[in-house]
């Protein structure tokens, strides 16, 4: 079961998901820093708004006569969030205000426009604007008690213009605009490499990677076109070598024949002729398997669906007492682009294989799903252990406890069926059926 992450496994999206998570970052610190130092200015405000409204009440108080001070205050119009009050003692019902606020209030005070004998000669101040409340004491002259001015402040409204969220979404979504090209252009290469690796995988004579753009993107192409001219050249000498020894063998294969005719014993010059026929049987297979023909060989748009009806039809020329164990079922047409001698043979020696060792071939072709076509193979045989599925697709391999010996081969027509559709960009897999004793089913799969 494939495991779920909500974190994208595309570079392309991951490198966006980390520059945008960065810049938010970022962006959400600088707003912080913006949003402190406007709160500290609207507190330099509202403790500049405090000192004023304080002095504006202490100085129509200490201008009044001291028995009329009481009837003034219940008498007089406050700005909203403003009381006052006289008292005998400095209040101390709230902690003491933080020690700059207490200096701003007491400077804007000594400030203020009060004759200097009227001025208060002690200030206390209480409270916090974090609090959102503040109580200031001034003493009155000549010993009249205490003036207590309470005024309750409004909450910073550092958030309040939308423009700082505007500018937040507006700025991340030019970044992910930005981020996006820029991103796309740096891992263009990647891409380019992986479709020049495709390309090789299926046709060793692919062309070059272009060694273009940055230094390093341009350093790694020219490093697959080293790799891949390299590759080529060991293909080729080992063509050449096996084109040589099959050349230096059917000679002295061909002589050994022609004196075999002359031998008298009738036996055994049956017996030499059968053992050179076999050798030059499997030299034409390891020929054939060595130069990997379905590289050579041109692409070209057929109907895959022809091309199966085509192979089942040789099949049962070649096998007629098979009957109508040789069956196709599937869509009837079904383009694809291929090499059509390549993948007939892969195809043949499938079909083949079923035919020999399963007595029959049950051909299936399901409807393409995710750009694959996939043909399902099926044959009546006894099947193939399952730890020897995969050795049966190395070269000169035969699994003869499970199939019968009379019916003989060179062990390479499954891998050259295997390399042929990996050439396509596909692959086989070998299964045994699932009841007991069912056979052997052969999973085909193609791009279209």
Known sequence: MARVTLFPRSLFFRAIFVLLVGLAVVQAGGLYLHASDRADLQRLGQAREVAARVMAVYRAVVMSPPEGRAALLREMAFPPGTRAALLDAPPVDMLPALLG?????????????????????????????????????????????????????????????????????????????????????????????????????????????????????????????????????????????????????RTPITRLKLRAEFLDDEEMRRKILADLDEMETMLSATLAFGRDEAASEKAATLDLVALIRTVLDEAADAAPDLGGRLTYTGPERLPLAARPVALKRALGNLIANAVKYGDGAAVRLRPPEDGMAVIEIDD?????????????????????????????????????????????????????????GAGLRATVSLPI
């Not at 507006?170 to 290469?189: D, E, Q």
């Not at 990677?209 to 000498?237: H, K, S, Y």
């Not at 049966?392 to 699994?399: D, E, G, K, T």
């Open 101 to 249: 606020v207490g200096r701003l209030i007491q400077a804007d005070l000594a400030l203020s426009p009060v004759p200097s004998h009227l001025r208060p000669h002690d200030v206390v101040v209480l409270g916090s604007l974090y609090d959102r409340l503040m109580e200031v004491g001034l003493a009155l002259p000549e010993g009249g008690g205490w003036l207590a001015v309470r005024v309750t402040v409004p909450a910073p409204e550092i958030w309040h213009s939308t423009l700082n969220l505007a500018g937040f979404l507006g700025l991340t979504a030019l970044a992910a605009v930005l981020a996006a090209l820029v991103v796309r252009r740096l891992i263009a290469p990647l891409g380019a490499l992986t479709h020049a690796a495709e390309a090789f995988g299926r046709d060793v004579d692919a062309p070059p990677l272009p060694e273009t753009g940055p230094r390093e993107a341009a350093a790694a192409a020219r490093a697959f076109n080293r790799m891949a001219a390299r590759i080529r050249r060991f293909v080729q000498d080992r063509t050449f070598l096996l084109s040589a020894i099959g050349h230096d063998l």
């Open 380 to 436: 009546n045989g006894p099947g193939i252990p399952e730890e020897d599925i995969a050795r049966v697709f190395q070269p000169f391999q035969r699994i003869e406890a499970s199939r019968n010996r009379e019916t003989g081969g060179s062990g390479l027509g499954l891998p050259i069926a295997r390399n042929i559709l990996r050439a396509h960009g596909g692959d086989v897999i070998l299964t045994n059926r699932p009841r007991p």
